[in-house]
């Protein structure tokens, strides 16, 4: 078998970096409104899109989370991801349809062997900070989010890489411990994204925390205030095609109704996340669109599997019949979701279709029962403005959880805090409430939330579940390179996975994003992520 070798033609400087369908857009307009009562978190807002055919102004993006770190390798979430990506690169991209395409590498090789890949590195790019992108940037990058001096929350998929080799100023080798297929997509993860070595030590940041990223990419970040917003500024030599929008702002809005009021307003010019029981309503306004984009993230609760009672399968199992996940969908989430039946989003690499917890609250007492539980107490934790609908959802759960004798009190704080809290095993939540997008659109990096390797803080594995055969079945999956056995493995551990129940098992979600009728430009990527960086004003 001779080497295998992916390239694309190089884009030069002058050309689009991304593809044609997130190109350009924006709208004709000068809104500056003052905050109101309803957004009071925002600050007075002042978007200034220019004319049709000129370029400045700002556009603004709500989001539900405060952003719990800027540093690629420690973010926890896509929402934050967004933010970065705007001013950081990856060495591969994913696109719309979820393939892989050229990033800050151009091409690449895979020897026969499968365990070197020969990274072609792009030409004439710079950091933010005027240092070249070469290979030792990339070198520094991904030996870093391999160090344990670093917390890496979704680093699992890179534990494959060996060493990492600058063969020259535009190639790098990296050396795998195993052959494996989903390395070259993993590239595209936020998680790998590049900075600046030369900046790893300035402006605040150090080796272990990334305060003020420096990176490559068509916008420059300028600030961030905790629970307000993330501003950034176009970069005058970006390599590619340059954006519209002077400024763009991430403004934090937890509230999804405040978030609507400020698209409503002219606050803001996209919102991620809308309220559920609105959206017919902002699909019928002229002045408003909405993009309701495939997802592969999974809801769930998931169960500290460390501490009694939920170290005992049966009361899982209960919990999972008590909750009706159907009504749920339908009266709280306004059928915006699909009712998980695996372990994994149907949208994923390596899906199968497992079982159902069918609604059955009488079973569920009756395992409680023979599990010698009764008058359960315990706190469920959610956060709030992350999930669709979370904290509604979670207090539906609730109530069914009351119907069978589990008295769930519901708590949330602000997303920063909750992560650091869902961490902990003697934390303040007994069970919590939480997504999972894997980055590369597979199985692998699923399947991390059930193994021991990504217990916190190496991964965030907050259920503290393992089984053996589980991790047997995961790790010879991995380095199978035969598809259908790769597959059948797969399907295995998620059968198991879904007995062992260290999930409630809830629903996987769709995007939703509502955004001004005069932007065009808006799209997604299907991990999701909304592409919004080429958008601009409608000529």
């Not at 534990?159 to 052959?179: F, H, Q, W």
Request: proline letters at 6%; a negative charge; hydrophobic letters at 40%.
């Amino acid at each position: 078998m001779s080497p295998q070798r992916f390239s694309r033609p190089v884009n030069s400087p002058s050309k689009p970096r991304r593809s044609a369908w997130g190109r350009f857009s924006g709208s004709r307009r000068t809104a500056c409104v003052a905050a109101t009562a309803v957004a009071a978190m925002v600050l007075a807002a002042c978007t200034t899109t220019g004319e049709p055919g000129a370029e400045g102004g700002t556009f603004t993006i709500a989001i539900g989370v405060d952003l719990d770190t800027l540093d690629p390798a420690q973010q926890t979430t896509t929402t934050v991801q967004n933010v970065i990506d705007y001013a950081l690169e990856t060495l591969t991209e994913l696109d719309k349809d979820g393939k892989t395409t050229p990033g800050l590498a151009t091409d690449w090789e895979i020897s026969e062997s499968g365990t070197e890949v020969t990274l072609h590195l792009r030409e004439g790019v710079t950091f933010h900070d005027g240092t070249p992108f070469n290979a030792e940037a990339v070198k520094f990058n991904l030996d870093r989010i391999r160090d344990p001096k670093v917390k890496v929350p979704i680093g699992g998929a890179f534990a494959v890489i060996d060493s990492v080799e600058a063969v020259d100023e535009l190639t790098v080798r990296l050396n795998l411990k195993y052959p494996d297929p989903a390395l070259i997509r993993n590239l595209a993860i936020t998680t790998s994204a590049i900075i600046s070595p030369t900046s790893a030590t300035k402006d605040g940041n150090t080796y272990e925390n990334i305060v003020k990223p420096v990176g490559t990419g068509p916008y420059v970040f300028k600030s961030f205030t905790k629970g307000d917003k993330a501003v950034f500024e176009k970069y005058g030599d970006y390599w590619g095609q340059k954006p519209f929008y002077d400024t763009v702002e991430f403004v934090i809005i937890p509230e999804g109704n405040s978030r609507e009021a400020a698209l409503r307003s002219g606050e803001a010019d996209l919102i991620m996340n809308p309220p559920v029981t609105d959206i017919e309503a902002l699909e019928n306004d002229p002045s408003i669109e909405v993009l309701k984009a495939p997802s592969d993230r999974a809801i769930f609760v998931a169960f500290n599997t460390s501490k009694a009672p939920f170290d005992n399968v049966n009361v899982r199992r209960a919990l999972n019949y008590a909750v009706d996940k159907k009504s749920i969908a339908k009266n709280v989430l306004f059928d915006t979701v699909d009712v998980m039946d695996s372990p994994l989003a149907k949208s994923l690499d390596g899906y199968c279709s497992v079982d159902t917890y069918d609604y059955d609250p009488q079973k569920a007492k009756q395992l409680l029962a023979d599990a010698g539980v009764a008058n359960l107490s315990v706190t469920l934790g959610t956060p709030s403005g992350r999930y669709l609908q979370d904290k509604q959802a979670a207090q539906a759960i609730a109530a069914n959880l009351a119907e069978v004798g589990v008295d769930a009190q519901v708590r949330t704080t602000d997303w920063p805090s909750y992560v650091s809290a869902i961490q902990e095993k003697d934390g303040p939540y007994d069970m919590h409430l939480l997504g999972w997008a894997p980055g590369a659109l597979d199985a692998p990096t699923q399947f991390q939330m059930f193994q021991k390797a990504q217990w916190p803080p190496n991964g965030l594995a907050t259920a503290f579940y393992t089984n053996e055969s589980v991790e047997s079945l995961i790790e010879i999956g991995n380095r199978a390179l035969d598809e259908k056995q790769r597959s059948d493995l797969y399907c295995q551990a998620q059968q198991q996975i879904w007995n062992d129940a260290p999930w409630l098992f809830l629903w996987s979600q769709t995007l939703i994003l509502a955004y001004s009728s005069d932007v065009q430009g808006v799209s997604y990527v299907p991990n999701e992520k909304f592409d919004t960086i080429y958008a601009r004003p409608k000529s």
